[in-house]
C-alpha cells in the first residue's frame, strides 16, 4: 500500500464512528439510571443521618430532581436547604467522585451564607451528614 492510501485508510477510521448511534443510546441510559440510583441512595441516607442527629430539630426531607446527573435537595421546614450536585464533566481524576454541597439559608440567616464545600461520593452518610454539619449550617 502507498503512503497516500495509508493516510486515508487511516482518516477513514478516524472518521468511523467506534460506537452506533444506539450503542450511544443505551450507554447513556444505563449512565442516567446509575446517577439516578446513586443519588436517590444519597437522598435517603443523608435525609435519615440529619433527621436522626437533630440537625436543625430534625424534619428534614428530601426532594426528587428529574436530570441525567446526580443531583440531591434535602429539604427543612425553616426553609433551610442543601443541595449536592456531582459536576463530573467540570472535574478530572478522583475529583470526578465528589459532589459540590451548597446550603440555602431563609431570611433570618441573612448574616450567615457559607461558601460551598465537596463531599466523597463514595464516603459514608455519617462522615458527609458531619462534613456538611461543620462547614455549612449555622450553630
Do not use: C
Amino acid at each position: 500500500m502507498t503512503a497516500l492510501g495509508e493516510r486515508q485508510q487511516a482518516k477513514a477510521s478516524e472518521a468511523a464512528p467506534s460506537e452506533t448511534w444506539l450503542a450511544r443510546t443505551a450507554r447513556r441510559e444505563v449512565e442516567r439510571r446509575e446517577a439516578h440510583e446513586l443519588a436517590d441512595r444519597i437522598r435517603r441516607t443523608l435525609a435519615v443521618e440529619l433527621n436522626d442527629r437533630q440537625v436543625e430539630g430534625g424534619g428534614w426531607r428530601h426532594r426528587v430532581t428529574p436530570v441525567d446527573f446526580v443531583s440531591v435537595t434535602l429539604e427543612h421546614s425553616s426553609g433551610m436547604s442543601l443541595s449536592l450536585i456531582h459536576e463530573r464533566s467540570y472535574r478530572k481524576g478522583a475529583a470526578r467522585r465528589r459532589l459540590t454541597v451548597r446550603g440555602g439559608y431563609p431570611s433570618e440567616y441573612y448574616e450567615w451564607r457559607a461558601e460551598p464545600v465537596t463531599v466523597g461520593i463514595d464516603t459514608s452518610p455519617d462522615s458527609k451528614a458531619r462534613h456538611i454539619i461543620e462547614s455549612l449550617l449555622p450553630g
